[in-house]
């Protein structure tokens, strides 16, 4: 595997369900991301994680929980979402986190989201 | 608070046409600037970024831009539309007092006529 991959691809969840959403990095980098895409709206950012401490948390409602294990991996579980929630959830990674630059993300294919 | 404009939510251009995409940005100094491509059902591919230096960007694809100082903009070019590159484009920002924060324009939509 190469890049930063996403599983999985698609998702169909109630509201009352929990499921996770997961992101790896092959790029040794050390800042990962989620980002949300909704139709029609500029991507949002979301978490932001440098060295799996998260160092952004953009007003996410907490139904959205993020976890970073190690600097590979990202996660994003969710539970009691509304059909609002539903949208294209990217993952991305970056060399770094530094006040003062700004480092090339590259992002994951995303995992389509539908909340019934 | 700083900005992103992507003027054009959709285009259409004709395969083998020439093309420029929009991109304004509102900032009060040089910002990072990148251009990504997605195609449905993808995500976000990096097509060209501008740190410093040379105004004028190569790309992979056959892209390019210009950054422009004077009118906040960083337009994305292409002499030679192919119909594969139907997707959508997306101008970010980057601004260095914030981290590696990236802002987002709305994207437009490229389609190509044969």
């Known amino acids: 595997e190469t890049g930063v991959t996403q599983t999985p691809r698609h998702l169909v969840m109630g509201m009352t369900n929990k499921k996770s959403l997961k992101c790896e990095q092959h790029?040794?980098?050390?800042?990962m991301y989620w980002y949300k895409q909704s139709a029609k709206k500029p991507l949002e950012l979301m978490f932001v994680y440098s060295l799996e401490e998260r160092v952004e948390n953009n007003s996410v409602p907490s139904r959205f929980s993020p976890e970073c294990p190690n600097s590979s991996h990202l996660f994003l579980h969710l539970h009691t979402l509304q059909p609002e929630d539903s949208a294209l959830y990217l993952c991305?990674?970056?060399?770094?986190?530094?006040?003062?630059?700004?480092?090339?993300?590259?992002f994951g294919p995303g995992t389509r989201l539908t909340v019934l | 608070a700083q900005s992103v404009t992507q003027p054009d939510i959709h285009i259409t251009v004709s395969e083998g046409a020439s093309l420029e995409l929009r991109c304004n940005y509102s900032y009060g100094a040089t910002p990072y600037l990148f251009w990504y491509v997605q195609s449905p059902g993808q995500g976000l591919q990096l097509l060209l970024k501008y740190f410093s230096g040379d105004t004028l960007v190569q790309g992979i694809k056959g892209f390019e831009a210009e950054f422009k100082r004077s009118q906040s903009s960083f337009n994305l070019r292409k002499p030679s539309v192919h119909w594969s590159d139907a997707a959508e484009y997306f101008c970010?920002?980057?601004?260095?007092?914030?981290?590696?924060?990236?802002?987002f324009g709305a994207g437009t939509i490229l389609r190509v006529k044969s």
């Open positions: 790029l040794g980098h050390n800042a």
């Open positions: 970010a920002v980057g601004f260095p007092r914030y981290g590696n924060k990236l802002v």
């Open positions: 991305a990674s970056s060399q770094g986190w530094n006040s003062g630059s700004t480092d090339t993300q590259y």
